[in-house]
């Protein structure tokens, strides 16, 4: 009897509340934003004890890598087109797509001197100047209509070579590859060295950055957690050290 009473006071006594198990996100981040994700992604498992896996890549080769069943969660886009594709052809969920930035164009070089912008466009002393994938990278897409506004893009498109992604472009100036580059103000923001030419933002279209929960995210608490860290203040001060407008109107 004694020993059943004691099962049964057991019994009544409050189950200890069960830990909070901390996640993995998977987020494919435009190459553009590699370093300024790289610091949100630490911020964030900080603040929540969740992790971050990030894949970098341009925007139009990951979009690609979504619609083939790529397991990410949460898609950071160069674009504002492709979020919003991706709702539309099934793969976001509606009413997640939010600018988490707006990127800025520069003329970038490692050596020569481009800060009269347009006046070096014109010297044509140069053999090869890099932009990203027009078809694929909204900052390539930027840079061929920064030349045509300029009236130069005829004279130069056989001096263009183009990476895969900004981050190609880029690492193409940094090693001598190319003399010159349009690449973004974020990865030459804080650089200690070389020359820039920050573009005239009345000669591109805004480069609106969308983000979206994918529906592979949309139950993943780590995810849905990111999505919310990524509108913080936290995140925003981050993202505006690195360059970048943080709406649209930026």
Do not use: C
């Not at 020993?3 to 494919?28: C, D, E, K, N, W």
């Not at 009413?95 to 001197?113: E, H, N």
């Not at 592979?216 to 970048?244: C, H, N, Q, R």
Request: glycine fraction near 8%.
């Amino acid at each position: 009897m004694r020993i059943a009473r004691l099962v049964l006071l057991a019994g009544l006594v409050p189950a200890a509340p069960l830990p909070a198990f901390a996640g993995t996100a998977s987020v494919a981040v435009a190459a553009n934003f590699t370093e300024a994700a790289k610091e949100i992604a630490a911020a964030f498992a900080k603040e929540t004890d969740h992790e971050v896996q990030l894949s970098f890549g341009a925007t139009g080769a990951l979009y690609a890598q979504v619609t083939q069943g790529a397991p990410f969660q949460v898609f950071l886009a160069a674009d504002d087109a492709r979020p919003a594709l991706a709702v539309t052809e099934g793969y976001g969920v509606e009413g997640s797509v939010f600018t988490y930035a707006v990127g800025k164009l520069a003329l970038y070089s490692a050596s020569a001197d481009v800060t009269g912008g347009e006046a070096a466009l014109k010297t044509e002393t140069f053999d090869k100047i890099a932009i990203a994938n027009p078809e694929t990278a909204p900052y390539g897409a930027a840079a061929v209509e920064v030349m045509e506004k300029l009236g130069v893009y005829e004279v130069l498109k056989t001096k263009i070579v183009q990476g895969q992604s900004i981050a190609q472009a880029f690492q193409f100036v940094e090693t001598g590859n190319a003399e010159l580059g349009f690449v973004a103000l974020a990865q030459v923001v804080n650089a200690t060295g070389g020359s820039r030419w920050d573009v005239p933002q009345d000669l591109y279209e805004p480069i609106r950055q969308d983000a979206v929960l994918l529906k592979t995210g949309a139950d993943d608490p780590a995810a849905t957690a990111f999505v919310d860290f990524l509108k913080t203040d936290e995140a925003k001060a981050i993202i505006a050290k690195y360059g970048y407008g943080i709406d649209a109107g930026a």
